[in-house]
């Protein structure tokens, strides 16, 4: 969130590079690539955090549109709490669906299906299969995925950010502007 934490592309011609045709094979080349270099500058900007200790991906399938699950994505990867059960590597299942209920999408929670990293936590129909020493495990990793299946549709987003620490806490009640 910090204004310092951005990426500018710009094209005026002057390279004298041809220009890119949309639907080409080099159109495609170059859309790959760049979209292979902003993915990792935004999980590195969510790895360097102020006293972050996780990188954390939130994946967000079975959407109705891509900007439901990007909405989704960003509430649990703004949530406090989930941040907070991170870093305390409490895999805490609840506050993610709380997260989600909040984002403002409409959704069935029964049909939800929820995986850290790849571990299976919650079924449909309400099914907790969670396995907590695994998911302890999951949590206490440096890199961690939580996907979330709202099985709805056929859209899907990626958010990544990272836990919330005492460290971030400390540095941040530190200064002033």
Known sequence: MSTNDMATLMANGLSGARELVGGTKDFEVFEHALEHVLVRLAKMIARDGEGATKLVEIVVNGARTEAEALQAARSVANSNL????????????????????????????????????????????????????????????????????????????????????????????????
């Not at 059960?85 to 409490?90: E, K, L, M, Q, S």
């Not at 919650?122 to 949590?139: C, H, P, S, T």
């Not at 299946?149 to 009640?173: M, P, R």
Request: proline residues 2%.
């Open 82 to 177: 989930v941040k907070t059960a991170i870093h305390g590597a409490d895999a805490n299942w609840g506050r993610i669906l709380e997260a989600v209920g909040y984002s403002g999408i409409a959704f069935d929670p029964s049909k939800i299906q929820l995986f850290f990293n790849e571990l299976p936590v919650l079924e449909m129909n309400y099914g907790i299969v969670m396995d907590e020493v695994k998911a302890k495990e999951a949590f206490s990793n440096e890199n961690l995925t939580i996907t979330i299946n709202l099985n709805q549709g056929n859209e899907s987003a990626n958010f990544w950010t990272c836990d919330l620490s005492k460290e971030y806490v400390h540095i941040n009640a530190s200064y002033r502007s």
